[in-house]
């Protein structure tokens, strides 16, 4: 049984750019959230999909969009590309109907540096 | 707000040594609580989880945690460290729609 995959596992981009970040779930797991996790500090919520949706968010700016597929594999996008935005990016999955409480499987991440 | 602190940052132990990890967390009503653990260069390993029912909950590798409601504590404990334990350690607690809210985690040294 595959878990959560991410890819690419690391990525360089130059400010201003925009990148795609993609993320397939745990077999079975309907529900994907995006944490960002900077050097150092624990991973911060950036937002959920589920049923195509976007079920909550945290407090990221717009440049951080997302989308989920009908196979529940999801992108998550990020434009116009600032230094801060150099961090690991991780992917999470769960059943999603379960609502609070359910457990989360994690991917490996994403580590994008942006220069 | 809902939050979660680590107030240790960097813990060194012995191997063989008994461990505990605190964690104290603010939510508006039952929290449902984790424990996470963090390899270089890894995701995220969920150890344990506390939804009701047992303040004691025992997850893998031997680490067990206790849910204290009037101290908003759950803390990490392991009776023996070995080297493999070192990582990092993310407490979390879970908000609507299960959103992880993360502390800010505590890197365990393991010294032969």
């Known amino acids: 049984d595959a878990g959560v995959t991410q890819s690419p596992t690391h990525l360089i981009k130059t400010r201003g750019q925009q990148v795609t970040l993609r993320c397939s779930p745990k077999s079975g797991h309907d529900t994907v959230s995006w944490y960002q996790q900077a050097l150092g500090q624990g991973p911060q919520f950036i937002f959920q999909?589920?049923?195509?949706?976007?079920?909550q968010r945290g407090n990221f700016p717009d440049r951080f969009s997302g989308h989920q597929f009908p196979n529940y594999s999801s992108e998550l996008n990020v434009n116009a590309l600032l230094l801060g935005d150099s961090a690991l990016y991780l992917c999470?999955?769960?059943?999603?109907?379960?609502?609070?409480?359910?457990?989360?499987?994690f991917g490996p991440g994403t580590r994008l540096l942006v220069l | 707000a809902q939050s979660v602190t680590q107030p240790d940052i960097h813990i060194t132990v012995s191997e063989g040594a008994s461990l505990e990890l605190r964690c104290n967390y603010s939510?508006?009503?039952?929290?449902?609580l984790f424990w996470y653990v963090q390899s270089p260069g890894q995701g995220l390993q969920l150890l344990l989880k506390y939804f009701s029912g047992d303040t004691l909950v025992q997850g893998i590798k031997g680490f067990e945690a206790e849910f204290k409601r009037s101290q908003s504590s759950f803390n990490l404990r392991k009776p023996s460290v070995h080297w493999s334990d070192a990582a990092e350690y993310f407490c979390a607690v879970g908000g609507g729609y299960n959103k992880l809210i993360f502390g800010a985690g505590t890197r365990l040294a393991v010294h032969p």
């Open positions: 999909y589920y049923e195509e949706e976007e079920r």
């Open positions: 999470a999955s769960s059943l999603g109907v379960q609502g609070a409480g359910e457990t989360q499987y």
């Open positions: 939510y508006g009503a039952t929290p449902y």
